[in-house]
Every structure is written in C-alpha cells, then in structure tokens.
C-alpha cells in the first residue's frame, strides 16, 4: 500500500444510458422483488437468531422451518382493523406511513447487486444495477434522509401526545447520526476518487497490496476501518434500531410514533423499518466490504468473481450485517436518549472529523511524496513527542476540588427527576402509618407492637 497514488481513471458509466427500456424494467422488478423477499426473509432470520441466542426455537410451524411466519404476519395485519384516531389530520395521517417505505425502495435502485451478466435466453449482457450517476451515494444518503419526515409526519397527524414525543426524538436522531454517517462516508470519497457505487466497488477490486508475490485487494473495511466502525454505529442509529431505539421505547412511550397505527398501515412502517436495515447493510457491503465482489480465497478462483456469482457474494454480506443488527438487538439494553445523542455528538463527529483530516493528509502525501523525505518523519516525529508531553502535563494537573454537595429537591419542577453532578438527595425518614416521624439520623428503636390497633380491623383486634 505505499508507493505514489495510482492514477484514477473514471469507469464507463455508458452502459446504463444505453439499456432498452425493457432491460431497465426487468432489472427494476429484480431489485423490488429481492428487496421484499429480503424483508420477509430478514423478519424470519432475525426471529430464529434471536431464538439461538436465548435458547429457544422460534417460527417453526408455518413452512418448513417457520419460513412462512412473515408471510402468517402479513396476512394477520391486512385482516385487522383498520382505523383512524378522531383527532388525527386524515391525510397526513394516510400518507405518512408510505412516505417512509418508499425512499427505501428508490435506494435500492443505485446499488449494484453484480457485475456484467447475461439475461437469461437472450444474447444480452447488463450490470446487474437498475442505474448509476456520478453521485450515487449522495442520492442514497438524501432519498434515505426523507424516510424521517414519514415518522415525524405520523406522530404530528396521529393526535397523541406519545405519538409526537416519539417523532421529535426520532427527528433529532436521524439528524445526529446523518452527519456521523456522512461524515464516515466521506473518507471512502477521499480514497476511492468517485462518488459512484460500481466504481467504488471497482476500486475495491483493484489490487492494494503485495503478499508472497500475489497482488491482492484490500477493502475499504480494512484500510478505512475508523469510518466503518463509525459507519456501523450511525446506521444502527439512523435505522432505529435496538439499543438506538428510542423513537419507539415502550417503556415510555407505549409504541413511539405508530402508537395510533394498526393494520396495513403499521404493516408499512412495520416494513420499512427491515427495508431500512437492508439498504444500509447493502450500502455498508458496497462501500466497505467490497460490493459483489468474492472474498479471499475465493476471488483468486477463476469464475467466481464475475458474473451470477456476485449476486450469490453480495447476498452473503448483507445477511452478514444483517445479522450484527440482529446480535446488538440481543445483546444491549437500552440507551438512555441523553446518553444516546451525546455519544454522536461529543464521539462519532469530533473522530469522523479528525479521521478525514488524517486521511487527506495521507492522499496528498503520497501524491506530493512526502513520505520520501526524511524531513517529513522527523517533522512528525517533534509533532507526536509534543502531543505526548502536553496529554502528559495535562494528566498530571490536579484535578478541581469538589463542590459541596447541595440539597436536591427531586420535584421542584413539578415531575420527578434524578439529582445532577453536586446534587444530593436529602434523607427522608422512612415512616411507617401511625407512626410518628422521626428525624433523619436517628435510629427507631422499637417497633409497633403486634397488640397494637391496626389500621385494617377498625382499631380493635
């Protein structure tokens, strides 16, 4: 990986402009139906994953191994009752829910499934991607950012304090962590040269590295494993998804945004939701993990990286980081929202911006060369030692006195709240009824007797 930057060619994008119409159609309907069939299959996996994890079966009786449960679910939902809250605006309130299953659909139309393959009985060959632009992640990041006004839209119309409060909190998330997502997806920028995703994805299978003799590609996972790990925590977060599942906590909120939803059109969000997690698990395989490109060993196979292969490949990825939305889900409990949106701001932003610094300065170097120079190294070398020494002045400061802790009164507002950073809860004596109180610090030596009155027979035993 060291060397001057190779010079970036741009790919011929040609061969989507120049598609019949028919052809452009069929690989549509291709893309709309793996889309839905990975819905319901996803709905299904993550039942049975979650069931191996806990000890359990899960869906085994509709089909064989329980395949038809998403299927059982979706009829369940068509028949239920459908209605509309008397206080709901009716159209906002009918609309809202496609809102946000479509722009997770258009997505899927910029992803590229696998290379150049021939339509069955025809002679015609066609990248297996509806289209491609010269933006194509930035189409997916905008379409994927109006999936929110879907969610925030439903709790507005839907009449219902829960149902507002859930879509406020969904607004803020989204927004927080699309910036941390955008931010981890710029350095792909930086390093690929292009902002279109078979390119991206060609880049990736250009060879980077040198062992025993054999060029090999690295994927952007391993050479720009900062901005996927950020990647991976803001596309938990950008989803709603368990333990980033605030918008929807039960625990306070009933059910979120689509408290007042039933029927077909919980069903929608109820989708969307698992259309959600499939396009950024195929925007994390084509942007980190090498597209529809084979993994080693099996990319130095003649045959299997190309072709029909890549669908076989690319399936294989997106059911694996599938299965790390699944794991997580399983795994950690609920964030607190607090908690939640100042690990994005105060964590994921500050080291995304840091990390694109870092990596453009590392293009620009070996593009100007500076690695060469002994000039550079000893200049980095004072830079480093001088950081050390300040982050070790830093920690030997003393660190401020503690204030006194001060009186809480945990209801002063009105609602109960938890003391903040200096704040004490006061004693309170613990009385018993019938009772007289007793003051803090004091110990009650005697209990009440059991010939005592009781409360519960009138006073007399």
Request: aromatic share 12%; charged share 15%; proline share 7%.
């Amino acid at each position: 990986m060291s060397g001057p930057v190779p010079q970036l060619v741009p790919l011929d994008l040609t061969p989507f402009f120049h598609d019949s119409w028919w052809i452009v159609g069929i690989k549509a309907v291709l893309a709309l139906v793996l889309l839905l069939l990975l819905t319901l299959f996803t709905i299904w996996y993550e039942r049975r994953l979650v069931a191996f994890m806990q000890h359990r079966k899960g869906p085994n009786m509709n089909g064989p191994f329980g395949l038809l449960q998403s299927l059982a679910d979706g009829m369940k939902l068509m028949f239920k009752e459908d209605f509309t809250p008397t206080a709901a605006d009716k159209v906002v309130f009918m609309v809202a829910p496609f809102v946000t299953a479509v722009p997770a659909i258009t997505a899927f139309a910029v992803i590229p499934i696998a290379g150049v393959v021939r339509i069955p009985f025809t002679n015609v060959t066609t990248p297996l991607q509806v289209t491609d632009m010269p933006v194509s992640v930035l189409f997916i990041v905008a379409v994927a950012s109006i999936g929110v006004y879907g969610i925030v839209l439903a709790g507005w119309s839907s009449g219902s304090t829960y149902a507002l409060l859930g879509a406020l909190r969904s607004s803020a998330q989204v927004i927080s962590y699309e910036v941390a997502m955008g931010l981890a997806l710029v350095a792909v920028f930086l390093y690929s040269g292009t902002l279109s995703t078979s390119e991206i994805v060609a880049r990736q299978a250009e060879p980077s590295i040198t062992i025993f003799g054999h060029d090999l590609p690295v994927w952007f996972a391993v050479q720009l494993i900062p901005s996927f790990l950020i990647y991976l925590v803001s596309m938990v977060g950008e989803t709603n998804r368990a333990p980033f599942d605030l918008p929807e906590a039960e625990g306070e909120l009933v059910g979120g945004f689509h408290t007042e939803y039933s029927s077909m059109r919980f069903a929608m969000f109820f989708m969307a939701e698992y259309m959600n997690m499939i396009t950024v698990s195929a925007l994390a395989t084509t942007l980190f993990l090498g597209g529809w490109h084979a993994p080693l060993p099996f990319n130095l196979i003649s045959g299997l990286d190309s072709g029909w292969w890549g669908v076989v490949w690319f399936l294989l990825k997106v059911v694996l980081m599938l299965s790390l939305f699944v794991w997580l889900r399983g795994t950690l409990p609920r964030l607190r929202y607090d908690q939640f949106m100042r690990f994005g701001w105060r964590w994921l932003i500050p080291i995304s911006l840091g990390w694109i610094v870092l990596v453009a300065t590392f293009r620009v170097g070996r593009r100007e060369g500076w690695f060469a120079t002994s000039a550079f190294w000893v200049a980095a070398a004072v830079v480093f030692v001088v950081l050390l020494a300040l982050s070790f002045l830093g920690g030997k400061e003393s660190a401020p006195a503690a204030a006194a802790p001060t009186e809480f009164d945990a209801f002063a507002g009105g609602y109960p709240v938890p003391p903040g950073e200096g704040e004490q809860l006061p004693e309170l004596a613990q009385v018993l009824p019938g009772e007289p109180e007793v003051s803090p610090g004091r110990s009650r030596e005697a209990r009440p007797s059991q010939d005592a009155p009781s409360p519960r027979d009138g006073g007399e035993r």
